[in-house]
């Protein structure tokens, strides 16, 4: 990788929801990411069998941790799935970023990351290393 801002990349299980609860509303105890703004409580959890709501597939950089202060990193994640048009939904810790893709889009964004210089680690199957086995 020739990028400062290349990153090894890997695919965490589970397929994740993302969901927007009024403000009033408990989140649960299955939560990964909360973040309460103006217009609400945005959650992120595990996909229940019953949802109905689109999956989203978690790419995570903890692999290249990093400190608040190195520029870039995020945008390069980001940066070229915008270019091909990838939605995502972002949650960073101190140290690295969990980067949700639309389930369906799983390939397409594997593909515009490994072009842009990052490694992503995948296993066979839906899903990947369980995001909450390093806590």
Not at 49 to 73: K, N, Q, R
Not at 76 to 83: D, K, M, N, Q, R
Request: glycine letters at 8%; proline letters at 8%; hydrophobic letters at 45%.
């Amino acid at each position: 990788m020739t990028s400062p801002t290349a990153q090894y990349l890997r695919i965490v299980s589970p397929v994740f929801a993302v969901e927007q609860l009024p403000h009033a509303a408990s989140p649960g105890d299955d939560w990964v990411v909360l973040v309460r703004g103006p217009e609400g409580l945005t959650v992120v959890r595990a996909a229940r069998p019953l949802d109905t709501g689109e999956g989203w597939i978690g790419f995570y950089s903890g692999a290249t941790a990093h400190d608040l202060d190195v520029p870039g990193m995020l945008a390069a994640i980001v940066t070229p799935l915008a270019e091909v048009a990838i939605p995502v939904f972002v949650a960073s810790t101190f140290h690295a970023d969990l980067v949700l893709v639309p389930q369906q889009r799983k390939q397409q964004a594997i593909i515009a990351l490994e072009e842009a210089g990052h490694h992503v680690e995948s296993r066979d199957g839906e899903g990947g290393e369980p995001f909450w086995s390093q806590h």
